[in-house]
């Protein structure tokens, strides 16, 4: 699982959670703590994210 | 004055203990580790005398390239992938405070002679380290563009 979020630019991060953190949290946990305060955020399928980052910084929110 | 652990030569184990708070660990009379009052632990271990360890607060490697892949960690909550070679390491607890070292390096992925090694570096932007997360470039070896590595490492110490 990933948590995506928009950025203050308009652009898209990814949090990726390690699994040492999940052993004991849940993502929702995770998003609460790692997620900036305030921003659109989702938790989706890692397939989801795309494997090409060839245009990564240009990734918008959509 | 420390409450004492000793393993004698001749005697085997011996326990002198008083109210001082601190424990320390003899090897024939010799102390090789101590626990202060102060919480800090110290040992020698080869030093010479007993030093306080100042421990590895945080850790984690990854694979900075495709969907980026978490390969371990310590301490570390998760890693936000903010654009090419542009990453934050969010700790599961945070630091006491934000005067933490750190260390890192990243993988050369490219064949060859090495020359265009990258460098694990931060911005010059006090917002990039703080007590829950730090956030780091990973840039080519000139310095002239961000890049994604197959291995990145950082450590914190404190």
Redesign the interface.
């Known amino acids: 699982m990933r948590i995506i979020y928009e950025t203050d630019d308009g652009g898209v991060a990814v949090i990726i959670p390690t699994p040492e953190y999940l052993l004991t949290h849940t993502m929702e946990e995770l998003a609460a703590k790692d997620v900036p305060a305030g921003a659109n955020y989702e938790i989706v399928e890692d397939s989801v994210v795309p494997s090409d980052r060839t245009f990564r910084g240009a990734w918008t929110w959509a | 004055m420390a409450t004492i652990i000793n393993a004698d030569t001749s005697d085997g184990l011996k326990l002198t203990s008083d109210t001082s708070g601190q424990i320390d660990f003899q090897s024939a009379g010799s102390t090789k580790a101590t626990i202060d009052t102060s919480g800090n632990l110290k040992f020698d271990s080869g030093f010479g005398s007993v030093g306080t360890a100042y421990g590895v607060r945080a850790w ?1 490697s ?1 694979n900075g ?6 390969l ?3 301490n ?9 070679g542009k990453y ?1 390491v ?1 700790f ?1 607890t945070a630091m006491p405070d934000d005067d933490y070292s750190v260390s890192g390096t990243a993988q050369d992925t490219t064949s060859g002679s090495g020359t265009s090694a990258p460098s694990v570096t931060m911005k010059d932007d006090t917002s990039s380290i703080t007590t829950s ?1 730090l956030i780091i470039d990973v840039v080519t070896g000139n310095g002239a563009a961000f890049m ?1 590595s197959t291995f990145v490492s950082v450590q914190i110490i404190r």
Do not use: L, M
């Not at chain 2, 390239?65 to 978490?70: D, K, R």
């Not at chain 2, 570390?76 to 090419?84: C, G, K």
């Open positions: 984690v990854f390239t495709g969907t980026v892949a978490i371990n960690s310590g570390v909550s998760s890693i936000t992938d903010n654009a090419v934050t969010n599961t997360a994604d």
